[in-house]
Structure formats: structure tokens, C-alpha cells
């Protein structure tokens, strides 16, 4: 029953203690959601918007592993050459592991055309990392 589904997505929405700028958003969008008209193309990108914010750890946290040998280990493993790429992950992991995970600072960025390893690398950073 579509009202049915609604409602469960409305107890997810509320289990998840979402933001509240962030709630009250999604809660708009199910409100839009329940006038559409189910078949509508906008109807399946809503449901999918709000079962993706049902699915992020909006208020979970894991423990980061800081293991630098680790790390190397991890990005020797999955990547060849990359040295200078490499070798600046292992300095971010270092001040984020002198400085704490909670620490505001900066961010790695990955830029370049496509194939070139961005993506692998940042799979490679959460696995040294427990992500």
C-alpha cells in the first residue's frame, strides 16, 4: 500500500536523528512525494533521494586506524609508482593521526582525466583507514 510505504520511509527518516535542517528538508520532499503521481519520473528520483538519505550514517561514526606502516602497506599494494601521490596521503594520515580525526583542517582533492586512479586511490585510503 503506498501509504504504507510512506510511512516506513517517514520512520526511517525519524530513526536516522537526522539534522534538523536536514530533516525537515527530507520530510518536505516525502510531502511532495506523497501528492505525485506514482508512475511519474520525478516520483522514482524522489523515493531514490530519500532512500539514499535513509542509507547515509548520518550520526554513526567508526574508529579511524591510524596506522601509517599499514597505510604504505595498503597503497604499495593497490598502486604502482604514484610516489609523490602516495607520499602525500601518508603526510594527510599523519596530521590527521598528530592532530586527531575531529580536527578541522583540509581535505585531499583528486583531479585528473578519467582512468587515472583517483577512485582506486580513494578506495585505498579507506581501507588503510577502516572506512
Known amino acids: ?3 504504507d510505504e510512506f510511512a516506513e520511509i517517514r520512520e526511517k527518516l525519524v530513526a536516522k536523528n ?3 535542517e536536514a530533516e525537515k528538508e527530507a520530510i ?3 510531502g511532495r ?3 505525485m503521481h506514482p508512475d511519474s ?4 528520483i524522489l523515493r531514490s533521494y530519500l532512500e539514499w538519505v535513509c542509507d547515509l550514517p548520518w550520526s554513526e561514526e567508526s574508529e579511524e586506524v591510524t596506522d601509517l606502516k599499514f597505510a604504505k602497506e595498503v597503497l ?3 598502486h604502482f ?3 609523490k601521490v602516495k607520499e602525500r596521503i601518508l603526510e594527510y594520515l599523519a596530521v590527521r593521526t598528530l592532530k586527531g580525526a575531529k580536527a578541522k583542517g583540509p581535505i585531499l582533492c583528486f583531479s585528473g582525466p578519467p582512468g587515472v586512479g583517483k577512485t582506486s586511490l580513494g578506495k585505498s585510503i579507506a581501507k588503510a583507514t577502516g572506512r
Open 81 to 83: 609508482d604514484l610516489d
Open 18 to 20: 537526522l539534522p534538523a
Open 28 to 30: 518536505k520532499q516525502l
Open 33 to 35: 512525494l506523497e501528492r
Open 1 to 3: 500500500d503506498k501509504n
Open 41 to 44: 519520473s520525478e516520483a522514482s
Open 76 to 78: 604499495d599494494e593497490d
